[in-house]
């Protein structure tokens, strides 16, 4: 009787023992299953040896790229200068630059004259196989009405489809001369970084109410040809960054122009995140 009741209570403890293990197993494959999954931390994109020339439509743009690699914590970039911005490129033929990045206000016209983007290229190229070339394809001098623009307070009366015809002309000209160099070189090497566009996207911003601290479009222009005032200065610093380093400005924290707040800065990121990434010719999209 004894062996009897020890063989029931021993079976009892091995059912309990079964039946609690299979819960803790069913516990722990939910608690797995319903455990998000940590995202996959994206490869930082190496530093790029960066040759910049241009005037005073172009000049603010290594200060606001420079500040966006120190945030982005991306090593190795540089800012290479030459001896003589405009004549000295044996830093080119030495293979020591990876970008060069030119910006004036008539770039539709000054950058392909003569064959000097052809040149600047073939040099890069024949030196350093990863060579890039961009160009500052920026906002038009006097919204492409010139002659109507005598103060800043004129762009307030821009109607913002008259410009984005006008620029949306003046860029499938320079796009054509970039399929053309292209062709040559038998690859994508020669970019355009679409800032007029995205100046354009704030400007509608603006007229729509949606830029807080900004309730006219002549704020944004320092004066009536019109060179950028800080918030274009910031947007261009931001395309460039995302065209240069195929990477989104979102979210980073930087110090310069200190006159914008963080909400400023966080819809000029996007803006410029959302315009290169989209545009073919600035190297993002496919």
């Known amino acids: 009787m004894k062996n009897k009741k020890s063989s029931i209570m021993f079976r009892s403890q091995v059912i309990a023992g079964i039946l609690s293990l299979c819960g803790f197993l069913a516990w722990a494959m939910g608690a797995s299953a319903e455990e998000p999954k940590r995202p996959a931390v994206a490869e930082k994109p190496a530093g790029l040896r960066v040759m910049f020339n ?66 600047i290229v073939g040099m890069g190229l024949k030196a ?32 913002l489809a008259d410009v984005q015809a006008a620029l949306d002309k003046t860029r499938k000209g320079v796009e054509a001369i970039v399929d053309k160099l292209n062709e040559k070189f038998g690859k994508r090497v020669v970019f355009l970084v679409p800032v007029g566009d995205a100046t354009l996207k704030l400007r509608a911003m603006v007229l729509e109410g949606n830029y807080p601290g900004v309730a006219k479009q002549s704020e944004l222009w320092s004066d009536a040809m019109p060179h950028a005032g800080v918030h274009v200065m ?7 960054f995302a065209a240069f ?19 400023q800065h966080a819809i000029l990121q996007r803006i410029a995140w959302e315009t290169v990434s989209k545009y073919p010719y600035a190297g993002v999209a496919k």
């Open 245 to 263: 380093y195929r990477t989104s400005p979102v979210g980073l924290k930087i110090d310069r122009f200190k006159e914008l707040t963080d909400e």
């Open 234 to 240: 910031a947007l261009s610093g931001y395309c460039h």
């Open 54 to 119: 241009g005037n005073s439509w172009f000049i603010f743009v290594p200060w606001g790229v420079a500040d966006l690699v120190k945030a982005a914590e991306i090593q190795g970039h540089k800012e290479v200068r030459a001896a003589k911005p405009n004549d000295d490129f044996s830093l080119i033929e030495a293979g020591e630059v990876d970008v060069y990045a030119h910006g004036v206000h008539w770039w539709m016209e000054v950058p392909w004259v003569g064959g000097f983007a052809e040149k």
């Open 128 to 159: 350093n196989p990863n060579f890039r070339a961009y160009y500052h394809a920026a906002w038009l001098v006097g919204d492409a009405r010139a002659k109507d623009i005598k103060t800043t307070a004129d762009y307030n009366d821009s109607k």
